[in-house]
C-alpha cells in the first residue's frame, strides 16, 4: 500500500510574515496531498494565538482525525504535537520524555504513537520533537529507543518514527536512531532534503526513519512562497509502500 507520510513543525501557525494563520498552515498541508501528518508545535486555548485548538481546527478543515499530546502545559493552554489522518486509527500512547533536570528553562518535550490501520495491517507511527541541547537529545533519544516505544512489544514493524529532531546528520542523537532505523532519505537517489530555516534551508533536522517493510518512493518539500511562508520550517513529505510484515518479523531492525 502507497501512502504519503509528513513531518513539519509548524511554529503555533505563525509564519515567517509573522501572521497567524491556521488555514495557510492547511492550505500546505493539503496541497502535499499526504495521508499521515506529524506536527510540532501546535497551541492549543493559546492565549497568544487567540485561544484556538490548532491540532482539532487543522483536523476540521483537513478532513481528518487529530490525537495531539501537550508536551508543555500552563494552566489550561497547551503546547504540543499531533498525529492528523484520514485513515483508521487507534491512540497507542502518549508521553514526556526527560530533560536534564539541572538545566533549567529548557522546553519540555514528548511524543505520541498511533497505529494506522493499512486494512488488516497496523502502521506504528510516533511522532516526536526533541530538544536544543544535545545531551538532552540524547537522553531522550535512549528513552524513544528504550522499552516504553520502540523497543516495547507493541512496536511491531511496519513503523515510523518522524518529527523535528533539531540533529543534524552527523550528530550523535541521529546516529543513535539511524543503528535501528532506516532514514528515509539515506539511501534516495537524489541528494538529501533540508527543511530549515523555510526561507533558505540548509539544515536537515526534520527526519522520517522507518523500519524493515517499507520502501521509499518518493521525497519532496514544498519551497513555493506559500510554505515558505506558514512557518520557519518547510514540510518533509515522503511517499512510501507498505508491504505486509512476515509472521514473527524484527520488530525495529533497520
Known amino acids: 500500500m502507497k501512502l504519503r507520510l509528513m513531518t513539519w513543525n509548524v511554529h503555533r501557525c505563525v509564519g515567517m510574515d509573522r501572521k497567524l494563520d491556521v488555514a495557510r498552515v492547511a492550505e500546505v498541508i493539503a496541497a502535499c496531498r499526504p495521508d499521515i501528518v506529524a506536527l510540532q508545535e501546535l497551541d492549543v486555548g493559546r492565549a497568544r494565538t487567540g485561544g484556538v485548538d490548532q491540532a482539532h481546527r487543522l483536523a476540521q478543515l483537513l478532513r481528518m482525525r487529530s490525537h495531539f499530546h501537550p508536551a508543555m502545559a500552563v494552566e489550561e493552554e497547551l503546547y504540543g504535537d499531533a498525529i492528523l489522518t484520514a485513515l483508521p486509527e487507534r491512540l497507542v500512547k502518549v508521553g514526556p520524555l526527560p530533560g536534564l533536570p539541572r538545566l533549567r528553562g529548557l522546553e519540555p518535550r514528548g511524543a505520541l504513537w498511533v497505529a494506522v490501520d493499512l486494512g488488516g495491517v497496523e502502521l506504528q507511527v510516533i511522532n516526536t520533537h526533541l530538544g536544543l541541547v544535545p545531551r538532552e537529545q540524547q537522553v531522550q533519544a535512549a528513552e524513544l529507543l528504550g522499552l516504553r516505544w520502540l523497543g516495547s512489544e507493541g512496536f511491531v514493524g511496519p513503523g515510523v518514527l518522524l518529527g523535528d529532531f533539531n540533529a543534524l546528520p552527523i550528530s550523535q542523537t541521529y546516529r543513535m536512531f539511524a543503528a535501528v532505523l532506516r532514514d528515509a532519505q539515506e539511501g534516495w537517489s537524489k541528494a538529501p532534503t533540508a527543511t530549515f530555516p523555510s526561507g533558505f534551508p540548509v539544515l536537515r533536522i526534520d527526519h522520517v526513519f522507518l523500519s524493515q517493510g517499507i520502501t521509499v518512493r518518493g521525497i519532496e518539500s514544498p519551497f513555493d512562497p506559500r510554505s515558505r511562508a ?23 531492525a533497520p
Not at 506558514?230 to 514540510?235: I, N, Q
Not at 513529505?237 to 507498505?242: D, K, Q, R
Open 230 to 252: 506558514a512557518s520557519d520550517h518547510l514540510p518533509l513529505i515522503v511517499e512510501v509502500e507498505v508491504t505486509v510484515p512476515a509472521a514473527g518479523s524484527a520488530t525495529v
